[in-house]
Nanobody, 120 residues
């Protein structure tokens, strides 16, 4: 059984910063890609940033220069540092991990999400 648990969401004023964390736990053999997605009210879930096991990162255009993804493989954690937040960044942020469990099964797992609200 695999779990992803996000933390760090909250309310912040425009221009402010937040740091999201996601911890993976359970019957994990190997984690390939970890990432963050978000879903705003009435919109589809969209990619924010990803971090592969090889160290490559990928960002959505709308967060480039403002958000930074990082990863701690030993702790099975991924982070998202969000700076210069805008009201349009308001969304539920989801952690995702593409991994192999101890049975050898490959799958994509999701956390339950953490709400980020940017408002004055």
């Amino acid at each position: 059984q695999v779990q992803l648990v996000e933390s760090g969401g909250g309310s912040v004023q425009p221009g402010g910063s937040l740091r999201l964390s996601c911890a993976a736990s359970g019957s994990i053999l190997y984690i390939n890609t970890m990432g963050w997605y978000r879903q705003a009210p009435g919109k589809q879930r969209e990619l924010v940033a990803t971090f592969t096991s090889g160290g490559s990162t990928n960002y959505a255009d709308f967060v480039k220069g403002r958000f930074t993804i990082s990863r701690d493989n030993a702790k099975k954690m991924v982070y998202l540092q969000m700076n210069s937040l805008k009201p349009e960044d308001t969304a539920v942020y989801y952690c995702s991990a593409h991994l192999i469990d101890i049975s050898g099964t490959t799958g994509n797992y999701w956390g339950k999400g953490t709400l980020v609200t940017v408002s004055s």
